[in-house]
């Protein structure tokens, strides 16, 4: 059978010790996995007698190909060969490959386990079809593990093949299971090579439902994680006035509404932390308990994990609460403080690093080397960075390699700041020596940079930027203040300042926006039910979906709130994870067929009428009656097009011709925006331009559908 590879793909290693499989079936369990999605198998059995391990993978060939699925035996070519299966996977210390080929056969598939940058060279020089980078965490399906190698080591690999090995494939494997798969993917990918695909052991053979864990698992594996979020930094170009013209559009969105800052941090800052976060105009809350983070993850706010006090328990709080920011989509902020100080605190550093993903990782010269692996015992004395022992250019290239490698946002303090997306890299000269004569002035700014990001997950870079220089600008203004006369009076000078800042920003802002040229004043983004239960259900969902996937980045760049709802959540389940509404001002659930519910109308005032665009579903029920109520409000209202459908394609002309009757405007997507928009000089054109240019296939085949029937 030829290795048909359609990534990313699942591949399930078998585990028949009673610990992971219990007393059931092994073929059972496989063939269920691989009804699941599992799209390649590979036995592995160490301590089953030769006679035994043929039978059974006899039995197991049987099944994989009734699904044509290829059946790989592990580390065993004798029994591959009395089985007839389609190949092998083999270990370092196994047989070699160009042996194993001779005996199998050039139509064999073989697989070779790799952990470093020359194996992996030398088993593909030597023809191998695919390898299994690991180990990526720990994990006891395997007694000879090697060193746990993550996602940056993984990454390395894929680098070192990217250039003369690119057609070996490549799955990572150890530890791998739903919360991290994703993360694997994301972190692991090199510009020019990404991963394959994942294998699971325990992930689906522990598993009491075989079939769902392998569906779930491919889902996640074909779907972005929440944390990747659509920005306009990662286009090749940037324009740093662009970036510059864009920060009081991200200090008022703060004002605006008041993200939370969720802060685990040291008992030191924290009255500090809470009063700068309420400052710049976020919520804070101080709680270092893991516990709380599934129901806080969920209020559209971002994590600081700061590492002031580092205890046993504390690192499985932080773990916690970090998995379940991750798996929400909230970005997270890491303050690795004094990583380099002690071996404790470097062990901490590497354990967070590889328990899940942060959108931002500050800290001064000394932490920023601990967390990249560059640090020595004696090069960190304690919290404080110490002398710098590095050039402007190589703590520019520190900051970008660790962005490239973790796949985020890189900041270095110091008297100037270096701050990468591991693509472009940026240094800040803005700030003033006071602040390093106090205690907490890096922590705070964490917390800073946290609420920044909450306001604008569609740019972390932008984000970073905006809380560097409202931080670091408002201390200036702060240490020139008459009433300043040394660290003391300074702290009570700089959250004055930190208010100020954000007061005058915004009232700027809100005056010279009157005068901007959009001609809509008070747009709002509905999004009506897009649940995940309704996906087979409704006539082109995914066209949907990918309309309203574009309207989400606009109103990030727009500034345009966003309300949404479930119909009946807990029998029909979630909002689509595709979509991301952690910025949602509303995401409600109700049983009414229509949006206009009290506690999404309580944000509207018919006095001030808004413009109301609206995506979802169905076109006729749930739309039509939102439609009609948001109009009898006052309101005006737009429907899309193309992002609306029904379950019956025809009744979406009947509803569509209705409202317009009734007085809503039916249009475009992009006909929308522009009409928003009304002048291309706003500072968000450009921004529109590129999203509409970014969508524009996809919105040609949305348009080429849904609007057949109208």
């Known amino acids: 059978m030829p290795l ?78 009395a089985v007839g299966c389609e190949g092998v996977h083999i270990g370092q210390s196994d047989l070699d490959v160009p042996t194993a080929r001779r005996l199998l056969g050039t139509d064999a598939i073989i697989g070779v386990t790799v952990s470093t940058i020359p194996e992996a060279l030398t088993a593909c020089r030597e023809g191998a079809d695919y390898l299994g980078i690991g180990t990526m965490f720990a994990t006891s399906t395997k007694a000879d593990t090697k060193d746990i190698i993550g996602t940056a080591g993984t990454r390395e690999i894929l680098g070192a093949m990217a250039t003369e090995w690119n057609h070996v494939r490549a799955v990572a494997i150890g530890g ?10 994301y972190q692991s990918e090199y510009p020019e090579k990404k991963l394959d695909g994942v294998a699971v052991v325990s992930a689906i053979m522990a598993s009491k439902d075989p079939k769902e864990s392998a569906e779930e698992l491919l889902r996640l594996l074909r779907t972005p994680p929440p944390f990747e979020a659509a920005s306009t930094n990662e286009q090749k170009n940037i324009d740093i006035q662009d970036l510059l013209c864009n920060v009081p559009v991200v200090i008022k969105t703060v004002g605006k509404t008041a993200p939370l800052s969720h ?20 919520s804070p809350i101080m709680s270092n308990f893991g516990g709380e983070a599934g129901d806080l993850c969920k209020l559209g706010g971002s994590l600081v994990i700061n590492m002031g006090t580092v205890t046993p328990e504390g690192l499985l709080n932080y773990s916690q609460a970090l998995k379940a920011y991750n798996l929400q989509g909230g970005p997270v902020v890491l303050d690795p403080v004094g990583a380099g100080a002690t071996a404790v605190r470097r062990s901490a550093v590497k354990k967070l690093m ?41 703590k520019a290239a520190l900051a970008r390699d660790l962005a490239a490698r973790e796949r985020n946002i890189v900041v270095m303090t110091g008297a100037v700041d270096f701050l990468s997306n591991g693509r472009h890299t940026f240094a800040i000269s803005n700030g003033h020596e006071l602040l390093g004569r106090i205690t907490g002035s890096g922590c705070v700014l964490g917390t800073t940079i946290s609420i920044m990001l909450a306001a604008s997950r569609g740019d972390k870079l932008l984000a970073v930027i905006a809380g560097l220089l409202h931080y670091e600008i408002a201390a200036e203004i702060a240490a020139c203040r008459e009433d300043v006369k040394g660290p003391g009076t ?16 915004s009232e700027a802002m809100s005056g010279e926006s009157k005068n901007m040229g959009r001609r809509l004043r008070r747009p709002a983004l509905f999004i009506c039910d897009i649940q995940e239960k309704f996906r087979k259900a409704i006539w082109e969902y995914d066209k949907v979906i990918a309309t309203t996937q574009k309207m989400i980045k606009a109103s990030s760049i727009l500034n345009i709130p966003i309300y949404a709802t479930t119909q009946n959540r807990a029998r029909l389940g979630e909002t689509c994870p595709e979509l991301s509404l952690l910025n949602a001002v509303e995401h409600a659930d109700k049983t009414a067929f229509s949006m206009w519910i009290p506690s999404i109308e309580r944000h509207f005032n018919s006095a001030e009428p808004s413009e109301i665009v609206i995506v979802g579903i169905e076109s006729h029920i749930c739309v039509t009656q939102t439609t009609l109520d948001v109009l009898a409000n006052g309101h005006k209202v737009y429907i899309l097009a193309d992002g609306i459908s029904s379950v019956n394609p025809e009744e979406i002309p009947i509803a569509l011709a209705r409202l317009r009757s009734a007085g809503a405007v039916v249009t475009t997507s992009e006909s929308f ?3 928003l928009m009304g002048d291309a000089s706003i500072p968000e054109f450009k921004g529109i331009a590129a999203l509409v240019k970014e969508s524009s296939t996809s919105t040609k085949d949305t348009l080429k559908t849904l609007l057949s029937k109208i």
Do not use: C
């Open 4 to 81: 048909s590879w359609d990534s990313p793909i699942l591949y399930l290693v078998t585990d028949s010790t009673p610990a992971i499989l219990g007393t059931r079936d092994l073929v059972s369990v496989v063939e269920a996995a691989i009804i699941g999605g599992v799209g390649i198998v590979q036995f592995r059995d160490k301590v089953s007698e030769t006679a035994t391990l043929i039978s059974t993978a006899r039995e197991l060939h049987a099944a994989t190909r009734r699904h044509n699925v290829p059946l790989l035996i592990n580390d065993r070519v004798d029994v591959a060969l």
């Open 176 to 185: 791998i299971n739903a919360t991290t798969v994703q993360r694997v993917l």
């Open 263 to 282: 802060n685990m941090t040291n008992l030191v800052v924290q009255n500090f932390s809470a009063s700068v976060a309420i400052s710049v105009g976020g």
């Open 354 to 394: 590889a328990d899940g993903y942060f959108d931002v990782i500050k800290g001064n010269e000394g932490e920023i080397k601990a967390v990249a692996g560059s640090v020595t015992e004696q090069q960190q004395r304690g919290v404080d960075s110490g002398t710098s022992t590095l050039t402007f250019s190589q």
């Open 490 to 505: 300074f702290v009570p000078a700089l959250i004055d300042e930190l208010y100020n800042l954000q007061k005058a920003t």
């Open 673 to 675: 925006l522009y009409e």
